[in-house]
């Protein structure tokens, strides 16, 4: 009987002092989790290209519900100039990341929407980084950053898979379809070749080459001519089918275009005005990327 007491008698104590560490710990840390998700994305100047962005915003709001999602763009040029004249206002990640702050958001993930891991994605990286060391009332509980497009092998597999589920069709029979990526001086340009490793290991009629970096038009050329196709395809292997892959790949009147160098090979080339971000599935492959950076 004593026995039983002494363990009710102590079983409240200890109940008590569990719910008063509870009552402590809220009062000191005060507020509730309030989450969300901060997309940033080069940006485009393009009105029809920001479709693409659009609609990973708005999958990315289905795929996390309860979470706050926002879009920012890191382009000055594009976010200060030319967007602004037009009346339309998008945040830079500082600012937007402030705003979220001062609104009383705790727990923010921010999702580059770069495919690799270049400049852009690294000077986010520090922006995160630096607002991560910050404590107390300027400081979020949680603050980290989902990598971009192409970071794991497993990434580069489903961004394959990707592709040939959308564009398989126009490598069935003779077609060739050749992909234009950014490219940088960054070490990251890289993943491009890593990317065309894939495709080959996979035996799929695809060649990448890039604007900006390796490998370029030229090696596309010596692909194209070491596979001999009967058409070709040629599609923006970025978000956004903007600037680049409206001139530098599709424009027909330009003569430095890659639609322009590849018919006057001979080959027969059609373009694809879609970037990645205008279709089904990189939505999903980004939010994968989110739920590992906020640890889900
Ligand atoms: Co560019």
């Given at each position: 009987m004593w026995k039983k007491m002494w363990f009710i008698f102590a079983l409240c104590v200890f109940m008590g002092g569990l719910a008063m560490g509870?009552?402590?710990?809220?009062?000191?840390?005060?507020?509730?989790?309030?989450?969300?998700?901060?997309?940033?994305a080069f940006g485009t100047s393009e009105p029809e290209a920001r479709d693409a962005i659009?609609?990973?915003?708005?999958?990315?709001r289905k795929s996390f519900p309860g979470e706050e999602v926002r879009l920012s763009y890191t382009s000055n040029m594009i976010r200060l100039k030319i967007l602004k004249e037009e009346g339309l206002e998008?945040?830079?990640?500082?600012?937007?990341?402030?705003?979220?702050?001062?609104?009383?958001?705790?727990?923010?993930?921010?999702?580059?929407?770069?495919?690799?891991?270049g400049e852009e994605?690294?000077?986010?990286?520090?922006?995160?980084r630096s607002l991560g060391t910050l404590r107390g009332k300027?400081?979020?509980?949680?603050?980290?950053?989902?990598?971009?497009?192409?970071?794991?092998?497993?990434?580069?597999?489903?961004?394959?898979?990707?592709?040939?589920?959308?564009?398989?069709?126009?490598?069935?029979?003779?077609?060739?379809?050749?992909?234009?990526?950014?490219?940088?001086?960054?070490?990251?340009?890289?993943?491009?070749?890593?990317?065309?490793?894939?495709?080959?290991?996979?035996?799929?009629?695809?060649?990448?080459?890039t604007v900006e970096g390796f490998p370029g038009i030229d090696t596309v050329k010596r692909r194209l001519a070491a596979l001999k196709p009967g058409k070709v395809t040629l599609v923006p292997f970025m978000v956004v089918a903007g600037d680049h892959a409206r001139n530098d790949m599709a424009g027909g009147d330009d003569p430095d275009s890659w639609i322009s160098i590849l018919r006057g090979e001979g080959y027969e080339v059609e373009a694809v005005l879609k970037g990645l971000g205008d279709g089904e599935g990189l939505a999903e492959l980004f939010a994968g990327?989110?739920?590992?950076?906020s640890g889900k």
């Open positions: 509870c009552a402590e710990a809220a009062g000191r840390h005060g507020k509730e989790e309030r989450k969300a998700i901060l997309l940033v659009t609609r990973i915003v708005e999958e990315t998008i945040d830079s990640p500082l600012i937007a990341l402030a705003k979220l702050q001062d609104e009383g958001y705790t727990s923010v993930t921010v999702q580059s929407l770069h495919i690799i891991a994605y690294h000077q986010l990286a520090s922006v995160v300027y400081g979020f509980a949680r603050l980290s950053i989902g990598s971009p497009l192409l970071s794991s092998l497993e990434d580069y597999r489903k961004t394959a898979e990707l592709l040939k589920t959308r564009y398989g069709m126009y490598g069935s029979e003779d077609g060739a379809v050749v992909f234009m990526g950014h490219g940088t001086h960054h070490g990251a340009n890289a993943a491009y070749s890593q990317m065309q490793m894939l495709f080959d290991e996979e035996g799929l009629p695809f060649i990448l080459g990327h989110i739920r590992e950076a």
